[in-house]
Structures are given as C-alpha cells and as structure tokens.
C-alpha cells in the first residue's frame, strides 16, 4: 500500500519517521467501521522499532472492527503549528498502512505492556499494574506494510527536519 506522495519535496526521510513513531504521545488509529463507516480513534501506542503496539479493552467498536477486517492506518502528528498571518498551519505527520494481529499469550502481552509502561510511565515499575489488568487487556500489533511522512513546506525550505 506505498503510494507515490505527490509532493515528493515534502516527503519525511526515514530517519524522520523513525524519530516520530518513536517519541509521538499518541496515534488515531482508522479501521473499517461499522456500516462501512471509516472508524478513527486515538489511542497511546508503542513503536519496537519493526511493528506497532496498541492497548485496548477487550471489546468495543475498533475490536470489532479488526476482527472483521485486520487491515488499518495509524496518524502520528508530530506538529501542528497554524500560523494565521500566513493561512496556513507548520505541520510535520507519518502515517502507518499496517495489519492488525491479537496478541494472545501472556508472555507476549506482557512484554508489550512493559513497552507501553516504558514510555508512558518512565522509571515507575509497571509489574503490579501489568499483573492486575493482563488478564483483562486487549494488546494489538500493527505490522507495518509500509509508512509515509510529510511536512510543510514552508519546514522543507526552512531545513527543520
């Protein structure tokens, strides 16, 4: 699902995205709704470097959603400055064309809540709150297909990226 971007001079290099997907606070994740109906959604993610981690309760509109169909898209925004003067807003954003996977065992939903723990709760130790909520959560890997980047281009000719 890698398209061409049409304004290729705004294209984000790799290790821009990188950078993003690594350190963005959250993503909204769009999956095929109900009724046909494009379903987004925000939600905290973790990023390992090869695929995408989400947590999730068990049930509800996106889980449903992605058991019907597994194929989804994920938007980090990394800024979004509006500049009123100039009618325009400074934006710099990835978006992720993935597929969705359970995870089922507890070891590995364990080892993605430690993820999510890392980056949202640094330095406390997530065990207990792991320990009380793994059998309750829903943990859900994005593979990514493939992942694109984009920047004003008033960013582009400023050389911020």
Known sequence: MARTMRRFKQELP?????????NGKYCV???SGD??????????????????????ATQGHKIDALKRNTKC???VVDQDDVIPEEFTSYFRSVIVFGNAHF????EDKTAALR????????GIDPEAE?????????IVRI?????????????TKAGTT
């Open 14 to 22: 790799a290790e821009e995205l990188e950078r993003i997907l690594r």
């Open 29 to 31: 994740m769009a999956v």
């Open 35 to 56: 009724d046909d109906y494009p379903y987004a959604v925000p939600v905290n993610y973790v990023y390992d470097g090869t695929s995408i981690y989400i947590h999730s």
């Open 73 to 75: 898209t994920l938007c």
């Open 103 to 106: 995870v089922e065992s507890a």
């Open 115 to 122: 993820l999510l723990g890392d980056k949202y709760s640094p």
């Open 130 to 138: 792991i320990s009380r909520f793994i059998k309750a959560v829903c």
């Open 143 to 155: 593979d990514i297909e493939s992942v694109t980047g984009k920047e004003a281009i008033e960013l």
